[in-house]
């Protein structure tokens, strides 16, 4: 009808997490969730890049396997990167334990799933010196409205100082 043929199988592109990420296996906060086997998940573990401007780092509902944005990538705060690693990890942990880390009826700031990828991210940045408003600015997350993202702080038990009066 519309005279064009469109193949549906596109193969997705998919990477050696190690060839990308090196160190992590080192990570208390990785070897929390792996144990010993940390070096074989990561060894074992895949990440698809894609391109676009918008969109940072998740973990496929699918197969488990990483997708990062090239973007992010490039410009990403090195920091940010590090703690988005160790919050998808998690996910990576979740998924082999086979929960559900998208569940529908669970908006995002209440998911188990993410409130422990969260708390994991957030112990992770107190302990390699992030100051608490710094941590607050790496939790502003632009997929979070403000009622999201003051819901989500109080699921994690950070209290916004704001001011002296
Ligand atoms: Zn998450």
Known sequence: MLGVTIRRDAPIKLHRFVDYFQGFEKVRAVRDRFGPQTEKVLEDLKVEFFSSRFGFMG?????????VSTHYLRNGEERE????VIHELVHVR????????F????????????IEAY????EEARRIGMKEEEILEYLKVPWMDDDDYTKLLGNLGIKVVTGSD
């Open 59 to 67: 973990v496929s509902e699918e197969d488990g396997h990483l997708i």
């Open 94 to 101: 979740q998924f082999q334990d086979g929960r559900k880390f």
């Open 103 to 114: 569940p529908e009826d669970i908006d995002y700031p209440d998911r188990p799933t993410e």
């Open 81 to 84: 990167l590090y703690l988005d």
């Open 119 to 122: 708390k994991v991210a957030v």
